[in-house]
């Protein structure tokens, strides 16, 4: 054994990969990216996910694993531990939700209320990142927030005439003003059976029957000795 010389200096470490910072901006919505990593190839990725906040690492339309709240250390590359380069990142803020708004356009009818026209809105939340990953991102080639978005407001749609017959469908009221009183007094819950499979809770809703569109014709006929249009008021 011989002793270091000191008048020698130690070699200087091997320098590390940089680190590449990255987590969700506040206020852009409840799913971001997805983010390339292949333009991190070689570096060492730090994902800082805070409370409510996950990460999902896709690649080849599946999910290869989920990221809690917290710092990750990822090292971007080939090697043998290493994220694959050829991966994608997609963050979901938990505590965001997924506005649907029930118009005209857009507007439902229940079996149940045939004669009805319902408007209103809804709010989602993904309670379940891998069973709405395995719903509405599964096999898809596009993950931009704005298709994924527009595939939960259209399965709760064609969810909510299901749900409005369940609960509706043994007590249907025919006044209208006892209906508009009974779609005011519905629990987001009732959309749990079709909403939970998908990883999603409703957890706000509201709905109310539709009057005539402006400019629709009515039939006019004698109520009484009056002339009145259906429809009118």
Known sequence: FTAP???????????????????????????????????????????????????????????????????????????????????????????????C??????????PSLPDHLLLGEMDLAVKDPE???????????????????????????ASLPVALDRVLATDIPREIGALQETLGGLEPHILAPYMEPCGLACVSLSLYAAGPEAGTRHPVVETAGHWSTLGHN
Do not use: N, Y
């Open 5 to 99: 010389d000191p008048a020698v200096p130690a070699p200087a470490p091997a320098p590390m990969a940089p680190s590449v910072p990255w987590g969700p901006e506040p206020g852009r919505g409840f799913l971001q990216g997805p983010l390339d990593l292949g333009f991190f190839r070689d570096q060492t990725f730090c994902l800082d996910l805070g409370p409510h906040k996950v990460a999902l690492l896709t690649g080849e339309g599946r999910l290869s694993r989920l990221f809690p709240e917290g710092r990750h250390l990822l090292v971007i590359g080939d090697g043998p531990r290493a994220v694959p380069a050829d991966h994608q990142l997609i963050m979901l803020d938990l505590s965001e939700t997924i506005s």
């Open 101 to 110: 708004h029930i118009s005209r356009h857009d507007s439902v009818t229940a």
């Open 131 to 157: 069973a709405f990953f395995a719903t509405f991102m599964a096999g898809h080639c596009c993950l931009e927030p704005a298709f994924v978005t527009r595939l939960v407001q259209q399965t709760a749609l």
